[in-house]
């Protein structure tokens, strides 16, 4: 799965990687700790180009009687989002890019959890698959949410966890945010686990486990 991530690049840096404009009322904010139920920053496809707002983490579908189903659906299997109930209608027309420059993933080690950070060996920014949809409540207030999708492991991977979060690869951005494509065949071909040989993991502080930690120190490597 995929449980927490940081974004900790300034806006404009942001902007210019997905060539992307400010939408109306985002706010953004470094985040080394970004946790399910909050908002997130994300890139949309539109008419007008890519736009940079946020999503609230935890996808409620347009159909769900009420926004708590929410914290259950923070992540949705590439294997079966064309057939289950709450993604299948989405993988063709709403889809986004969570933009993120490393996650934490939980390994098993003796008695207890070791969390570790996995980036790319650049340290550069890097894309995770999403899906969002739009909720009305009974007062039709809208709740914007999104869900990061999920694949096998890669080699790297595979010894932390046994599912990693979708990065697309750079040269596959466009075709996943391009609104006017809905060949769903062609975009699952994208959900694939990425290059091993171009990320790395190293431990962190258990402080990570604590969502109300949100700080520098949380990226610094432990023994």
Known sequence: MC??????????????????SISDGFEYQPNYNAAPMQYIPAIIGSKQGNRLGSLRWGLVPAWAKDDKIGN??????AETIDTKPSF???ISSKRCI??????YEWKKEGTHNQPLRILLKDESIFSLAGL??????????????CTIITTEPNELMSGIHNRMPVILRPQDEGEWLERSHNDVSSLLGLLKPYKASEMRAYKVSRDVGNVRN???ELLKAVE
């Open 88 to 90: 299948k209608h989405l």
């Open 3 to 20: 449980g927490r991530f940081t974004i900790v690049d300034p806006i404009e840096e942001l902007m210019d990687r997905y060539m992307a």
């Open 98 to 103: 969570i933009p993120t420059n490393g996650f």
């Open 214 to 216: 949100n700080s520098v």
């Open 132 to 145: 969002y949809d739009i909720w009305s409540d009974p007062e039709g207030n809208k709740l914007s949410t």
């Open 72 to 77: 259950k659906m923070i992540n949705a299997r």
